[in-house]
């Protein structure tokens, strides 16, 4: 859950700098749901109040001529800690990220072990 902690936190960074553009007059709302189906999930809504960004840029930091950027990880990392990564944008109503983390039968189980 460590990691799906670090994409909610990328999800709402790139909410407040790249879509309400550090705007203090602007929100950044995030909304957590569960699904307990076949496969259980954690889905999490982050919708900020901006004009948007180019979610359709995929930037692969790995790639030499990215090493020395100092942005574009974010996007990177939130697409490897979750399993599905969905952004819609509504003019004048900002961008939404929708994050799904499949979650495991039984989560509160663990190993027994000293």
């Given at each position: 859950?460590?990691?799906?902690?670090?994409?909610?936190?990328?999800?709402?960074?790139?909410?407040?700098?790249?879509?309400?553009?550090?705007?203090?007059?602007?929100?950044?709302?995030?909304?957590?749901?569960?699904?307990?189906?076949?496969?259980?999930?954690?889905?999490?809504?982050?919708?900020?109040?901006?004009?948007?960004?180019?979610?359709?840029?995929?930037?692969d930091p790995r790639l030499?001529?990215?090493?020395?950027?100092?942005?574009?990880?974010?996007?990177?990392?939130?697409?490897?800690?979750?399993?599905?990564?969905?952004?819609?944008?509504?003019?004048?109503?900002?961008?939404?990220?929708?994050?799904?983390?499949?979650?495991?039968?039984?989560?509160?189980?663990?190993?027994?072990?000293?």
């Open positions: 859950m460590h990691w799906v902690g670090v994409a909610i936190r990328e999800s709402v960074i790139n909410a407040i700098k790249h879509g309400n553009r550090n705007d203090s007059s602007k929100r950044v709302f995030v909304e957590f749901g569960t699904s307990m189906g076949d496969v259980p999930e954690l889905s999490i809504r982050v919708r900020d109040q901006g004009e948007g960004f180019d979610f359709r840029r995929d930037v030499p001529e990215n090493l020395e950027k100092t942005n574009g990880r974010g996007m990177f990392l939130i697409r490897n800690f979750v399993d599905e990564v969905r952004y819609a944008h509504v003019a004048g109503k900002g961008t939404t990220v929708y994050l799904v983390k499949k979650l495991p039968r039984h989560p509160g189980r663990r190993a027994s072990g000293g």
